[in-house]
């Protein structure tokens, strides 16, 4: 009888322990999949903000280009709109 509640004591601990075995796997692998979810959010994140950054950057250049462009007129403009300047008088005697 002392056996067979050895035997018993002994198969109840190796279950417990298979038990505790199996929920640290099972934490161990969620762990890693919730790792590897971050990682995969975090390059994600650096995509958006590189996107981003090269949208700003076209941005900058059009408005650079286009300010440019209004200088350019602006300069062209300047001469048409210059009143003719008329010699000064000459005093004939």
Request: with cysteine.
């Given at each position: ?87 000064p008088p000459t005093n004939q005697?």
């Amino acid at each position: 009888m002392t056996k067979n509640a050895a035997y018993a004591l002994l198969l109840a601990a190796t279950l417990g322990l298979a038990a505790c075995d199996n929920a640290a796997e099972n934490s161990a692998q969620d762990a890693q999949e919730s790792r590897e979810e971050a990682q995969e959010s975090m390059n994600d994140a650096k995509e958006s903000m590189n996107d981003a950054a090269e949208a700003q950057n076209e941005a900058a250049a059009e408005e650079a280009e286009a300010a440019e462009q209004r200088a350019e007129e602006s300069r062209e403009a300047a001469p048409a709109t210059e009143q003719p300047v008329s010699p000064p008088p000459t005093n004939q005697q």
